[in-house]
């Protein structure tokens, strides 16, 4: 009697497909939530490079006026413009009461810098166009702004072992200044 029982068990397969799962879920659980982390990392990287895009755009607009002398130091740049760049690349508008495009912006390691750089062509080349004569105090030199932004990165599902401590999301831009 005790032989059929144990045979009967042995043979019994209702609950594989049950063990089957207990067995592989962990391992299904790894690679979803790892998908939606890279996937949400590289929506966040997007967000911030079209927001530094658009800034660089829209320092590149402002009047020539913001750019009088060459040299690659933040202060060349005026503060207003600064702060007005910054609210484009942190929110997407001029307007601060709107919300952060990303999070981590008031984080003490969230960096941004609005530079300027000429671009001097030594004397070799007369550039003409907006940029004849001294539009912008220098003769044969080229403004252009440069928005960099670095912000710390923060994940969808920090308790999975992935806490994102150290790593950050950069994005830099780059454009000729048009005064426009």
């Known amino acids: ?49 079209k927001g530094v895009r658009d800034g660089a755009r829209f ?32 929110k997407g508008s001029l307007d601060s009461s709107d919300a952060d495009l990303l999070p981590n912006w ?5 960096q941004f810098t609005v530079e300027m750089t000429c671009s001097t062509t030594a004397g070799t080349t007369t550039l003409g166009g907006i940029y004849t004569g001294s539009l912008v105090g220098t003769a044969n030199a080229a403004p252009v702004v440069i928005v960099t932004a670095k912000l710390p990165y923060r ?8 806490s994102g401590a150290g790593k950050f999301l950069n994005a830099s831009q780059q454009a000729a200044v048009m005064g426009i």
């Open 59 to 90: 320092a590149a607009r402002q009047s020539f006026t913001h750019y009088d002398g060459c040299g690659s130091a933040a202060s060349d740049v005026p503060v207003t413009l600064s702060d007005d760049t910054k609210l484009i690349v942190r």
């Open 155 to 162: 994940p969808v599902v920090p308790g999975f072992g992935f």
């Open 1 to 49: 009697m005790r032989r059929v029982v144990i045979r009967r068990l042995w043979g019994n397969t209702c609950g594989s497909a049950a063990a089957e799962m207990a067995l592989v879920m962990p391992l299904l659980l790894v690679l979803v939530f790892a998908c939606i982390e890279v996937g949400n990392y590289f929506l966040n990287e997007h967000v911030l490079l």
């Open 106 to 110: 008031d984080a003490g390691s969230a």
